[in-house]
């Protein structure tokens, strides 16, 4: 496994979750599994013993000297690169997640290789690389170049086709590369070059984190302007959704709440309830609806449809419908803006721009209803989270969202979904959703505990993972 996060080491997203869960779950098949990350400057490496030997790696017309620290996460071996590119800096992409480090191509080329040389330090050659996202995307390339990974398979997981990692050409003058026309976007005089692409060129299987969000990215409207490349290799391309740490997502023992509950024991859930609308100045009422978003706040997550028009959706919702919103996270400064400012005008909006994990189980578990109107949303993780502590999705069906939860008019109903990434397809879902809970709480409460008893456990996915690998190595 070769990622550029991993929790508990690194995190800037969902990428780090299942780098680490779907490592723990495969070795857990009894496969040997090896986790190579780097070494940022937030990573706590006191636990990590470091490897006797360094690596010397060509890059930028020079040997760079790379040290490996390795401990055991379970029965997963984890190794950190540790290199100044890395552990000298404050962030992992970048100081902010709107200032990227300019040298990324040449800081992931040097993790890419050292992923490709670590393994002949330690004398164990993989059956399989599986390589995470853009930055990784140069791995599948390079093994083809080289002899010692003759037998193995490389395996490449989208997790957001929007992500590409572009640069320009002239970068991979540092690389220490050749530099080949499948690593470029086209064939005009401006091309750049695209990691994210090398990788789907070059990699013997795709994977990506849903069934659904496979299908959608070989069309132009998510493909990202590679749907063609992705359409040509479709017999190679498989979707298979992520799962959830169920151990830290159980509403029974989570640590990160004062009361716990459970499917038949569902009493707590209305005492965190109004725990949230205490933490969050929210009216305590008990018999009204609580709806909350934890997100990025960006166009991705629906949220330029949620506050366009004069009223905006979100602007009915408050004042039309008799609820409670709870919104937390960050994003783009507008959007943050214009929520802040509705908030102030209406006592039963609480717009939070934190980003916190306790607030986030908190939030997750005494809400009533949980909105994700995703403009796309490759697996999405929020859902599998409302769903395990009995808060009901409201969502647009897209991506992983129309993989996990089945529409309430359907038998064994999980949540609400609607269709089109309009303001007034979010408006009529939300409109549904609340109608249901004062006119019949009996079968809400059905729909709740049905959620509930999903089974989103790693090992399901980690199942599909394997006949997906096992295809590859008998074949």
């Known amino acids: ?21 779907l490592s723990i779950a495969l070795s857990e098949l009894n496969n040997d599994v090896r986790l190579i990350i780097p070494n940022y400057g937030i990573t706590d490496s006191s636990s990590f013993t470091r490897l006797g030997t360094s690596l010397e790696i060509p890059l930028a017309g020079k040997i760079e000297q790379v040290d490996i620290l390795f401990k055991k996460m379970k029965e997963v071996s984890v190794y950190l690169i540790d290199h100044p590119f890395f552990s000298e800096r404050k962030g992992i992409y970048g100081n902010t997640s709107f200032t990227p480090y300019p040298d990324n191509l040449l800081r992931y080329t040097l993790m890419s290789k050292v992923a490709l040389a670590l393994p002949m330090v330690i004398n164990w050659i993989p059956q399989i690389l599986h ?5 990784t995307g140069f791995i599948p390339y390079m093994a083809k170049q080289d002899k010692q990974y003759i037998h193995t398979t490389t395996v490449f997981t989208i997790h957001n086709l929007a992500y590409q990692g572009e640069y320009p050409r002239l970068d991979m003058l540092l690389s220490d590369m050749k530099i080949d026309s499948s690593m470029l976007f086209n064939n005009s005089i401006d091309s750049r070059v695209n990691m994210l692409k090398t990788g789907l060129v070059h990699a013997d299987i795709i994977t990506t984190v849903s069934p659904t969000y496979a299908k959608e990215i070989q069309g132009e409207e998510q493909g990202c302007h590679l749907d063609l490349l992705l359409k040509n290799k479709s017999n190679r391309l498989f979707g298979i959704l992520n799962g959830i740490d169920l151990d830290e997502w159980n509403p029974e023992t989570d640590g990160l709440l004062d009361y716990h509950f459970s499917p038949l024991h569902m009493e ?25 978003m934890i997100s990025r706040i960006a166009e991705q997550k629906g949220f330029y449809e949620l506050t366009q028009g004069s009223p905006s959706p979100l602007e009915q919702m408050i004042t039309e419908l008799n609820v409670q919103v709870i919104i937390i996270g960050t994003g783009d400064r507008d959007l943050e803006d214009k929520l802040i400012a509705l908030s102030q005008l209406h006592e039963n909006l609480s717009v939070n721009l934190i980003f916190s994990n306790e607030a986030a189980h908190l939030v997750e578990a005494g809400s009533d209803f949980f909105l994700m109107p995703s403009r796309y949303e490759p697996c999405g993780l929020n859902q599998m989270y409302s769903m395990r502590y009995g808060t009901i999705v409201i ?13 309430v008019q359907e038998s064994n109903g999980t949540g609400f979904l609607f269709n089109e990434i309009s ?36 090992t399901n996915s980690a199942l599909e993972y394997m006949k997906v690998y096992n295809t590859i190595i008998k074949g």
């Open 395 to 407: 969502a647009r069906k897209t991506g992983g969202l129309a993989d996990s939860i089945i529409d």
């Open 1 to 21: 496994m070769i990622s550029s996060e991993a929790v508990p080491f690194s995190k800037s997203g969902g990428l780090a979750d299942v780098a680490s869960s």
């Open 423 to 458: 303001g007034s397809a979010m408006f009529e879902s939300v409109q549904r959703a609340v109608s249901l809970y004062y006119e019949d709480r009996q079968e809400l409460e059905a729909i709740r505990k049905r959620g509930m008893e999903v089974d989103f456990s790693w």
């Open 268 to 292: 707590n859930k209305a005492v965190l309830k109004e725990q949230i609308q205490k933490r969050f100045n929210l009216p305590i009422k008990a018999d009204v609806p609580i709806i909350s």
């Open 131 to 135: 390589c995470h996202d853009w930055t």
